[in-house]
């Protein structure tokens, strides 16, 4: 059975930067976009930023030049390098990976990233 791992959350100041890394535990044919999204509390998940599997990217207008997505195909790897942290941008975030047929997809477990102050 498919898992995506996530790790790289933490406890961050202000203006600071963490790196998330979500990998697969095991084998997902046919992958497409690979994404990440965060909720925060009392609010809906949101897109934060998704890959497609030619490189392509798409920012929230929130995040735009500050977060940077990336992604290795060889390992079904995805990271969210981010940078100027701010307060707001806590929350847990969650990859997703895509795949065909389209509709078909995986979520990991969450990541808490909480920005102090």
């Known amino acids: 059975q498919v898992q995506l791992v996530e790790s790289g959350g933490g406890l961050v100041q202000a203006g600071g930067c963490l790196r998330l890394?979500?990998?697969?535990?095991?084998?997902?044919?046919?992958?497409?976009?690979m994404g990440w999204y965060r909720q925060a509390p009392g609010k809906q998940r949101e897109l934060v930023a998704v890959?497609?599997?030619?490189?392509?990217?798409n920012y929230a207008d929130s995040v735009k030049g500050r977060f940077t997505i990336s992604r290795d195909n060889a390992n079904n790897a995805v990271y969210l390098q981010m940078n100027g942290l701010k307060p707001e941008d806590t929350a847990v975030y969650y990859c997703?990976?895509?795949?065909?047929?389209?509709?078909?997809?995986?979520w990991g477990q969450g990541a808490q990233v909480t920005v102090s102050s």
């Open positions: 890394s979500c990998a697969a535990s095991g084998t997902i044919r046919s992958i497409t976009t």
């Open positions: 997703r990976v895509d795949r065909r047929p389209a509709g078909l997809y995986y």
């Open positions: 890959i497609s599997n030619g490189g392509s990217t």
